[in-house]
């Protein structure tokens, strides 16, 4: 567990509801998943990004994906029952979740929304995703996210 001081909403926020996890610091420069997760001691297929959508209803979305797949909008559109679904622009995303580009979190946004995460996911031992801040990771496994999230499993990447 990080320290008092170095703890972020995503951590308090697992540790209410009982959630063991094992949190991280990585260095603010290092953004590519591969050197993440080397660092991580991670294979990079268990470190995901999180990535919020709009759909055309006008209805948010929230995706996980392994940081080094693209998601795939129309699979994603899919998934989530929308005709199509686009990316959030990024000067919206503070003011929908609370958190900025590359330190945006599932847990502890503003308003939970539907979050999908790629399937692989369920077979995992564990995964690595954003503790809400950039350069800041927790890890755990996928199934305590059901404890948290409004969640489902689909293929959602390209």
Do not use: W
């Not at 008092?4 to 290092?30: C, F, H, P």
Request: aromatic share 6%; with cysteine.
């Amino acid at each position: 567990m990080a320290k008092k001081e170095d703890k972020t909403n995503v951590m308090r926020l697992l540790e209410q509801k009982g959630i063991a996890y094992q949190s991280y610091a990585v260095d603010n420069m290092t953004t590519n998943a591969r050197e993440v997760a080397k660092t991580l001691g991670a294979p990079p297929e268990h470190l995901y990004k999180t990535l919020v959508t709009v759909g055309k209803s006008g209805e948010h979305y929230v995706f996980m994906v392994p940081a080094e797949n693209e998601l795939d909008l129309k699979k994603a559109a899919k998934a989530v029952g929308e005709k199509s679904i686009e990316m959030l622009p990024q000067k919206q995303l503070l003011p929908l979740t609370g958190y900025i580009h590359g330190g945006c979190s599932p847990i502890g946004m503003k308003k939970q929304f539907l979050t999908t995460i790629h399937c692989n996911a369920k077979q995992a031992e564990h995964i690595f995703f954003s503790a809400g801040k950039i350069g800041r990771q927790v890890c755990l496994p996928p199934q305590q996210l059901e404890k948290m999230l409004l969640l489902q499993y689909q293929d959602i990447i390209k």
